[in-house]
């Protein structure tokens, strides 16, 4: 199934740091490290839930659409009981006969085969509660702790980019539980193998967006507060669309509580937000080394990391295909197909990246100037153009493994590897940047990337884990 992604967290920063280049360095620095610290929040908020979503939907939905031909067992149509091979894959007090029994002569309770009628999809529901949970909890914790996050970031009380920081930062918090209530239902749409849902919404918020932004910015003299309500506004339309375009396809609200996979969600999300907050840990360590090397530095590491992200970040698209494919292949233990999945994502992954730094290496000098205009940025932006287009195979394939091993439920081996990846990362980032400043910095993420690919290849080389099966082949 041909998958399709985009990820417009990042691409959103890009075209709002390209509004930004007329307000100056300092205007583009401040927002820039509220941006660096709002992402990181929203991905050890929403990270976890997202990832967890996907396998778990897409569990459900391939164990429901099994055919009579694929069954061992009676048919769904009579409230049976799944086939043998996929009883691993449900938890032994969720039971078939609970969500999946018939409620009525032509549907099963779980997963309707009429494509036209709605179907109850209990981690659905589970992922939009713990969403709009984790995202009032999240506006309260930025909204109230703005000051003091800015200073962890390096921008101190005596900093000029303080005041628009702490502005851009406390309205755009307000958008809070709406990002993650989208990103939740993000991860239920890719479990359905649908990501073309999310792409036409977050198309539709992004136009919304860049039509709004310049009117707030410049026509209503409102600054970098503009450019936050402006993305505010935009994140509920797109939280909107999903959930209309959602109501249309599931039904929302479970017969009781016990049918939600809360305890699942919780034990395999605290997993990832191990690993997630590792990972953010370091990107947002290096955000925060560059801004204490000045406002020019971490203008032109803002610049240069959304480009990175943004780029490399194309790769998710195939690392979201390859989960949810892989996680249907488990379910129904498909190994063959799981061997030709994990394969071909791979195989594009690198060739994604190897593309990717070939444009970015001859194109990034040319386009920075969309960016900004000021010469000492620019002048640093160009020393970190090698990075940024020569780790794009590098990035590529951490972020294809990272969906492949997710895709087999693989969240306890991805969590405590990370943690071992961000130990030797961070100690990369303090030698390296205190030595070598702003190229030390993208040293050391080069080594932690590297890292992370080493770390999803061990898996599968070794055959450990879900991928044992390999030994026997």
């Not at 839930?49 to 391939?62: G, I, M, N, R, Y």
């Not at 659905?124 to 995202?135: D, E, F, P, Y």
């Not at 919304?208 to 936050?228: E, K, Q």
């Not at 070598?436 to 050391?444: L, Y």
Request: glycine share 8%.
């Amino acid at each position: 199934m041909k998958m399709i992604h985009i990820h417009r967290c990042t691409l959103r920063e890009l075209l709002f740091a390209f509004s930004l280049k007329m307000s100056g360095p300092v205007e583009l620095a401040a927002v820039g490290v509220s941006i660096a610290l709002f992402n990181q929040v929203s991905r050890i908020a929403i990270f976890p839930l997202v990832s967890v979503t996907t396998s778990f939907v897409a569990e459900e939905d391939a164990i429901g659409r099994v055919s009579p031909e694929e069954e061992d067992s009676e048919s769904l149509e009579t409230g049976s009981t799944v086939n043998s091979e996929n009883k691993e894959l449900i938890p032994q007090n969720y039971s078939a006969e609970g969500p999946y029994k018939a409620k009525s002569p032509v549907s099963s309770f779980g997963i309707d085969k009429i494509e036209n009628e709605r179907r109850c999809i209990p981690s659905a529901s589970s992922a939009l509660v713990i969403g709009a949970i984790l995202g009032l909890i999240q506006a309260i914790f930025l909204i109230s702790g703005a000051k003091p996050l800015l200073n962890f970031m390096g921008v101190g009380s005596d900093s000029s980019m303080l005041g628009p920081a702490q502005q851009y930062l406390t309205l755009r918090s307000l958008g809070a539980p709406a990002v993650l209530l989208s990103l939740a239902m993000q991860g239920v749409f890719r479990g359905f193998k649908d990501t073309k849902t999310p792409l036409y919404a977050t198309v539709a918020g992004d136009v919304t967006n860049i039509i709004l932004d310049p009117i707030f910015m410049f026509v209503f003299g409102l600054g970098v507060r503009g450019a936050a309500i402006a993305h505010v506004l935009s994140q509920y339309l797109i939280s909107v669309i999903l959930l209309w375009r959602l109501m249309k396809q599931v039904d929302l609200v479970p017969p009781s509580i016990k049918h939600l996979r809360l305890g699942q969600f919780l034990r395999n999300g605290l997993l990832l937000l191990m690993r997630v907050v590792a990972v953010t840990f370091c990107v947002t360590l290096s955000a925060s080394l560059a801004a204490r090397q000045g406002s020019t530095s971490m203008a032109a590491f803002q610049v240069c990391l959304q480009v990175w992200l943004a780029t490399s970040l194309l790769a998710d698209g195939l690392a979201v295909a390859g989960q949810a494919i892989l996680a249907s292949a488990f379910a129904k233990k498909d190994y063959e197909k799981a061997i030709a999945t994990a394969t071909r994502v791979l195989q594009l992954g690198l060739l994604l990246g190897l593309m990717l730094a070939a444009v970015l290496g001859l194109g990034l000098r040319f386009g920075a100037r969309l960016f900004t205009s000021d010469a000492d940025v620019l002048h640093m932006i160009s020393i970190g153009i090698p990075f940024v287009a020569g780790t794009q195979p590098i990035n590529a394939l951490a972020f294809v493994f990272d969906g492949v091993n997710f895709g087999a439920s693989d969240f306890a081996y991805s969590a405590y590897s990370m943690v071992m990846v961000a130990i030797v990362s961070i100690l990369c980032l303090f030698l390296l940047s205190s030595s070598h400043k702003f190229i030390g910095i993208w040293v050391a993420l080069t080594i932690y990337m590297s890292l992370r690919a080493l770390a999803g290849f061990w898996r599968i080389g070794t055959g450990t884990g879900p991928w044992n099966f390999l030994r026997n082949l």
